[in-house]
């Protein structure tokens, strides 16, 4: 485990965007595992300034986003196949057809779960996944249970993640209430994982992760058994740790 404890917000996204950056570099065709939320939007905002300097190409390169709301049309603004298109893929050069997101209306789950992970497979896996947290320490929308799912799975929101998320939308009531998400298996798969943690909200969850024991009831806490697990947090997130 390394961790990375930085003085800001701005300086946690461009440490992430150079860690991103150099394995682009190092690895042209590097398949990356992308997440949403507020967290990650510095580190694509850097990564746009770099391809825009010339100093990052991504054109050979494959991504796999965490999860989708089931329910949420792709244009939707709170999609998060919206978020990534507004964010990050309309201001690079990553090809159409190595763009992978979780589809949030297909009917036959079960199967669109499979699918999702065989793509991921077929791709040669994920060599660097980048992860936000929850304050109840779920990452992608893998949330605190008794059992953990290990592949692509749909889920039912917790309470508190409904809550969370209800600033992104007008009414708490028009928050999804279940998702389809990665599972803690494939994203221990990966290569590499980044976590990216900012403000004293998330404090409890990182000190959880770090020092705490591993259990299902945080489940960003198995990142402990990563290989090569990098957690970045500015001060406040990393306060307790």
Known sequence: MKIYVM???QKLSAKAAQIVSSQVTLK??????????STPEG???KLIEMYD????DFSEVTTFNLDEYLGLDPDHPQSYHY????????YVNIPSQNIHIPPGQENNTAETCHNYEQKIVNAGGIDLQILGIGVNGHIGFNEPAKYLNTQTHVVNLSAETISANSRFFSKESEVPR????????SIMQA???ILLASGKSKAEAIKETVNGKITTEVP?????????????ADKEAAAYI
């Open 7 to 9: 003085e800001d917000y």
């Open 28 to 37: 042209n065709n590097t398949v990356l595992g992308l997440a949403t939320g």
């Open 43 to 45: 580190m694509y905002q």
């Open 53 to 56: 300097a010339g100093s990052i």
């Open 83 to 90: 978020y990534m298109h507004h964010k990050f893929f309309n």
């Open 178 to 185: 279940q998702a389809i998400t990665m599972g803690m298996g």
């Open 191 to 193: 290569q590499k994982v």
């Open 220 to 232: 960003a806490s198995f990142l402990q058994l990563h290989h090569e697990f990098i957690l970045i």
